[in-house]
C-alpha cells in the first residue's frame, strides 16, 4: 500500500477534518480507496457566518481567476451535514456567490471545476439541528470516495447471500485494513456466502474460501431472503463473483475444517487473511471430530463404501480464535494481515485482553456496539516473523477468559439455569419440619386447561394477574387484528369476520372461538390497497368495472421517468396466484391466528399462501359437503 504524511486538524465535534502539507498525487490516492471519507476539496475559504464567507472570499478572488475563466466550465454544489435543505435554499445560496463573477459555461455532467459550498451543522445526537450552520466551507471539488462504488455491491442485489452475509461498508473497511493490493492471494477460511472476499477481489486480490458446512457454500441450505421459499440453483459464490466481473479473480472454496491445518502444504503462503469467525449467534462453531461409536455400527468391509460423511463437534470460541492465530503466525508472509472480528462484553473489554501471538503485532482496534452489553471488535494484526519453536504459539489473557465465557453464556445459556421442569413444592417440608404454605402451591394441571373464551365480538380484554406478580391480557371479545402478508413483506391491521376451521375442535368453529392456528376469514381492501398504491395495478376487479376517482389518479397518473423505472421493476414480481387473486375478487382472504388471544390479547396472523392455501381450500369444501 502507500503511506501518507500530512498534518491533520480535525475536531471531535465536527465530521469534517482540515489536511495540510499533502501532495495532490496523495489526496487521489486516499480518495481511490477510502470508504468512509466522502470527498475531498481544496479548501478556499472557513467561516461561521456567511457575511465572513463573502468577505474573505472577496479578499482572495484574483487568485481564484483562473478557475472563473471563459473557457473553464463548472458545475456549483450545495451540501449540507447535519440538517436536509430545500432545492429553493440551495439555489438561493448559489444565486448569493453572482459576486464571483464565474465567465464559464455550465457544465452538470462533465465540468471543468466544481465548486462545493458546504454547510455544517454539527454532531447532534438526536437534538434538533440549529438554524444557522456553525461553520461553512468552499473550495473545489477534488473527487468524491468510494460511496458509490460500495452501493454497487448491496446485499439486496447480489444473488447469493447467507444469515450472516457481511455488510459491504464493512467487508470493504477490512479490504483496506488489511491493505489487499492487485495480485495478493487472500484467504477466508470462514468463507460462508463470500462477502468478505469481493471487495478482496475488487481491489485485485485472488481469493480462497473454506467452509466446514456444504450446504452454506453451495447454497443448499435455507433461503435468507424472507421472500424466497427456495434457492436458485445457481446460487453459489461464484455466481457472485461472476455478477460483478470479478471471475478471474476467484480461485477456489473448499468444503474443509479450518482448524486442520493439515489441510495446506507446509510451503501454503497468504498475503491476508480475512475473516468473520462463527462466534455462535447466528451461526455455530463447528469442527471435524470423530466420535466414539459401538462396534457393530462400523463397518468390517470397507471397500464397497463410497461416500463418507465425517461427524462434527462443537468448536468453543476461544479454540477457534487461538486456532485462528496458530495458521495466521503459520500460513501469512511477513509483513501480512490478519483481520478479524472477535465478540466481546462492552463493559470488561480491555484492549490488553486481545489475542496475541509473538509472531503477530496487533496494530489496530476498533469496537462496534451489537446490543447495550455485547459488541465486536475488528482486529488488524500483521506478521513480525516465522515461528521459530514449537512454544510460538496463542495465548489468552485470563481476564478475556472471563469475557469470553460471559458472552458464551449468553449465547448458549445452561440448561439448569435458563429451562427448568416446574414442578410442585407443596409437598416438601421446611428445614423445620413446618409445612410450606398454601400460596406456594401451583394450579393443578389435572384438572385441566381453562377453556377459550375469546369470541368474534367489539373488542374486551381483561387483565388477569398470575403468579410471580406478573399479568396477562385474557381477550373475551376481538373482531380485528394484524396479519401479514409473507410474499409481499406487508402487514396490516384488519376486521376478522368469520371462523371457518379449526383442526382439532368443530366446536370452536360454531361458537366463533379465536384460539391460535384457527383459520379465520379476514377483509381483503386494507391489502387490495397497499397492493395497488404500490404496484399502480389493479388487483381482483372484474373486467370493465368502473374505477373511482381515486383509483383512477392511482393507475392513470402521470409519472416521471424514474418512478416509471421504479414501478417497472417491482411489476416483475407483481404476480398473484389464482388462487388468492380469486379471494381479493370476493373482497375476503383466508388467514390462520398465530398469536395466542387469551393470553396475549390479540389475534394476529398471516395470510394462507401456495400449499397452505390450497390445502385449507380442500379442507373447507370438504366439510361443506358433509
Known amino acids: 500500500m502507500f503511506k501518507v504524511n500530512a498534518a491533520i486538524?480535525?475536531?471531535?465535534?465536527?465530521?469534517?477534518?482540515?489536511?495540510?502539507?499533502?501532495?495532490?498525487?496523495?489526496?487521489?490516492?486516499?480518495?481511490?480507496?477510502?470508504?468512509?471519507?466522502?470527498y475531498g476539496c481544496i479548501l478556499w475559504s472557513q467561516a461561521s457566518t456567511y457575511s465572513e464567507l463573502y468577505k474573505d472570499l472577496s479578499s482572495k478572488i484574483h487568485l481564484l481567476k483562473p478557475y472563473f475563466d471563459r473557457e473553464q466550465s463548472f458545475k456549483f454544489i450545495v451540501d449540507s451535514f447535519g440538517k436536509k435543505v430545500s432545492g429553493e435554499y440551495k439555489q438561493k445560496r448559489m444565486e448569493e456567490f453572482s459576486f464571483l463573477n464565474i465567465q464559464g459555461?455550465?457544465?452538470?455532467?462533465?465540468?471543468?471545476?466544481?465548486?462545493?459550498?458546504?454547510?455544517?451543522?454539527?454532531k447532534l445526537s438526536g437534538l434538533p439541528p440549529p438554524e444557522n450552520p456553525v461553520q461553512i466551507f468552499f473550495g473545489r471539488l477534488i473527487k468524491f470516495g468510494m460511496n458509490k462504488?460500495?452501493?454497487?455491491?448491496?446485499?439486496?442485489?447480489?444473488?447469493?447471500?447467507?444469515?450472516?452475509?457481511?455488510?459491504?461498508?464493512?467487508?470493504?473497511?477490512?479490504a483496506n485494513i488489511g491493505e489487499v493490493q492487485s495480485g495478493d492471494l487472500v484467504l477466508d477460511p470462514y468463507v460462508g456466502s463470500g462477502s468478505i472476499l469481493l471487495p478482496a477481489a475488487h481491489f485485485g486480490g485472488y481469493c480462497v474460501g473454506v467452509e466446514i458446512d456444504y450446504n452454506v457454500l453451495h447454497g443448499k441450505s435455507k433461503p435468507s431472503r424472507c421472500t424466497a421459499s427456495a434457492r436458485h440453483p445457481d446460487e453459489c459464490i461464484r455466481a457472485n463473483f461472476k455478477q460483478y466481473g470479478l471471475e478471474a479473480k476467484y480461485v477456489d472454496v473448499?468444503?474443509?475444517?479450518?482448524?486442520?491445518?493439515?489441510?495446506?502444504?507446509?510451503?501454503?503462503?497468504?498475503?491476508?487473511?480475512l475473516t468473520d469467525p462463527p462466534y455462535g449467534i447466528r451461526e455455530k462453531g463447528a469442527k471435524v471430530k470423530q466420535k466414539q461409536l459401538p462396534d457393530f455400527w462400523l463397518l468390517k468391509d470397507r471397500s464397497t463404501e463410497t461416500v463418507h460423511y465425517p461427524s462434527k463437534a462443537k468448536y468453543c470460541l476461544n479454540d477457534l480464535?487461538?486456532?485462528?492465530?496458530?495458521?495466521?503466525?503459520?500460513?501469512?508472509?511477513?509483513?501480512?494481515?490478519?483481520?478479524?472480528?472477535?465478540?466481546?462484553?462492552?463493559?470488561?473489554?480491555?484492549?490488553?485482553?486481545?489475542?496475541?501471538?509473538?509472531?503477530?503485532k496487533i496494530v489496530s482496534t476498533s469496537l462496534q456496539?451489537?446490543?447495550?452489553?455485547?459488541?465486536?471488535?475488528?482486529?488488524?494484526?500483521?506478521?513480525?516473523?516465522?515461528?521459530?519453536?514449537?512454544?510460538?504459539?496463542?495465548?489468552?489473557?485470563d481476564s478475556y477468559l472471563q469475557n469470553i465465557h460471559k458472552f458464551s453464556d449468553y449465547i448458549e445459556p445452561?440448561?439448569?439455569?435458563?429451562?427448568?421442569?416446574?414442578?410442585?413444592?407443596?409437598?416438601?417440608?421446611r428445614k423445620t419440619g413446618g409445612k410450606r404454605k398454601p400460596l406456594h402451591k401451583k394450579r393443578k394441571y389435572e384438572l385441566g386447561r381453562p377453556p377459550a373464551m375469546t369470541k368474534l365480538g367489539s373488542k374486551r380484554i381483561h387483565i388477569v394477574r398470575v403468579r410471580g406478580g406478573n399479568r396477562k391480557y385474557r381477550a373475551l371479545r376481538l373482531e380485528t387484528g394484524n396479519y401479514s402478508w409473507g410474499s409481499e413483506g406487508c402487514t396490516r391491521k384488519t376486521r376478522i369476520i368469520d371462523v371457518v376451521y379449526n383442526a382439532s375442535n368443530n366446536e370452536l368453529v360454531r361458537t366463533k372461538t379465536l384460539v391460535k392456528s384457527a383459520i379465520v376469514v379476514i377483509d381483503a381492501t386494507p391489502f387490495r390497497q397497499w397492493y395497488e398504491n404500490h404496484y399502480a395495478l389493479p388487483i381482483g376487479r372484474k373486467k370493465g368495472a368502473k374505477l373511482t376517482e381515486q383509483e383512477e389518479a392511482i393507475f392513470n397518473a402521470t409519472r416521471s421517468k424514474a418512478a416509471e423505472k421504479k414501478l417497472a421493476k417491482r411489476r416483475i414480481?407483481?404476480?398473484?396466484?389464482?388462487?388468492?387473486?380469486?379471494?381479493?375478487?370476493?373482497?375476503?382472504?383466508?388467514?390462520?391466528?398465530?398469536?395466542?388471544?387469551?393470553?396475549v390479547g390479540r389475534a394476529d396472523g398471516y395470510v394462507l399462501e401456495g400449499k397452505e392455501l390450497e390445502f385449507y381450500l380442500r379442507k373447507i369444501k370438504a366439510k361443506k359437503s358433509k
Open 369 to 397: 456496539l451489537l446490543t447495550k452489553t455485547y459488541g465486536r471488535v475488528l482486529i488488524s494484526m500483521v506478521k513480525i516473523r516465522e515461528p521459530v519453536s514449537h512454544n510460538d504459539h496463542s495465548f489468552l489473557e
Open 105 to 122: 459555461k455550465v457544465d452538470l455532467t462533465n465540468p471543468d471545476n466544481q465548486f462545493m459550498l458546504i454547510e455544517d451543522y454539527g
Open 414 to 429: 445452561e440448561t439448569s439455569e435458563w429451562v427448568r421442569i416446574s414442578r410442585d413444592h407443596w409437598h416438601k417440608r
Open 321 to 360: 480464535v487461538l486456532d485462528l492465530l496458530n495458521f495466521a503466525a503459520t500460513c501469512l508472509t511477513e509483513g501480512g494481515h490478519l483481520v478479524y472480528w472477535l465478540p466481546v462484553c462492552k463493559n470488561q473489554f480491555d484492549e490488553a485482553q486481545i489475542p496475541k501471538h509473538p509472531c503477530l
Open 573 to 599: 414480481t407483481a404476480k398473484v396466484e389464482p388462487a388468492l387473486e380469486e379471494q381479493f375478487q370476493s373482497g375476503r382472504l383466508l388467514a390462520c391466528i398465530t398469536s395466542r388471544p387469551g393470553q
Open 149 to 174: 462504488v460500495v452501493s454497487r455491491y448491496n446485499l439486496k442485489d447480489r444473488i447469493f447471500i447467507g444469515n450472516t452475509s457481511m455488510d459491504p461498508v464493512l467487508s470493504f473497511l477490512m
Open 9 to 38: 486538524k480535525h475536531n471531535l465535534s465536527t465530521s469534517f477534518c482540515i489536511v495540510e502539507s499533502i501532495s495532490m498525487d496523495d489526496v487521489l490516492k486516499l480518495l481511490s480507496r477510502s470508504i468512509l471519507l466522502r
Open 254 to 273: 473448499l468444503v474443509a475444517d479450518s482448524s486442520k491445518s493439515s489441510i495446506w502444504t507446509s510451503h501454503a503462503r497468504f498475503d491476508c487473511i
